[in-house]
């Protein structure tokens, strides 16, 4: 079995949106659950708090993190993000070819069934027939801004391309409650959650990454 890849640092400084008074950090700690799709293949995540180390080699897993309640309200986020080692640019609308640097996950349900799902694993979230999910991703041949069928969530997941495959570092906003009208149509209720996932198992290449300065507000 290849021996997996251990995170490095990115760069030589560590990219950090400020956290305004209005925004609330989201922070990278043992909050984060890890979900594996096979039995051998993971991908290493380093919790620092403000910052989170992503290392994936050949390999696709997800971690998920729940919110409180007193953030579901939540209409937009804020984070910074860098690639020092990229996927190839593939398709996001081919299952089993979508290979991505980074993905962020914005897991929505109406409130009641978020109430009623409490607690619930990200597997079963995001099989629920009333879930709705924004998956905002670094990677792929597709420009910026394009709004794509998810090949795995059907109906109720849509993938917005923030930045094509490469290495860089960035800033990013996003509006949750104009994404989710454009992808969905109406008004998002709760924001229960977010999953960030890397996968390079398609193109059995690497992927160095980090992110950092997760906000919402």
Known sequence: ????????????????????????????????KHQKFSLFSKNDYGYGGRSLSIGSEGSVSLIYKPLPEAQWGSTSAAWSWAVERSVPAT?????????????????FMPR???????????????SNDQVRVLVYVWGGSH???ASLASPYLGARGKTVVLR????????????????YKRAFGGAPEALVGFAVSADSDD?????????SGLTVK
């Open 1 to 32: 079995m290849r021996q997996t890849l251990k995170c490095c640092l990115i760069f030589s400084f560590v990219l950090a949106l400020p956290v305004t008074a209005s925004a609330e950090a989201v922070s990278f700690d043992a909050g984060w």
């Open 91 to 107: 398709d996001l609308r081919n299952k089993g070819g979508d290979d991505r640097n980074i993905a962020l996950y914005a897991v």
């Open 112 to 126: 009641a069934e978020a109430t009623r799902l409490k607690g619930a694993s990200v597997a079963k979230l995001l």
């Open 143 to 145: 420009k910026r801004g």
């Open 164 to 179: 094509g495959a490469g290495t860089g570092a960035h800033n990013e906003n996003v509006d949750f409650a104009a994404d």
């Open 203 to 211: 193109t059995d290449s690497t992927i160095v990454a980090k992110m």
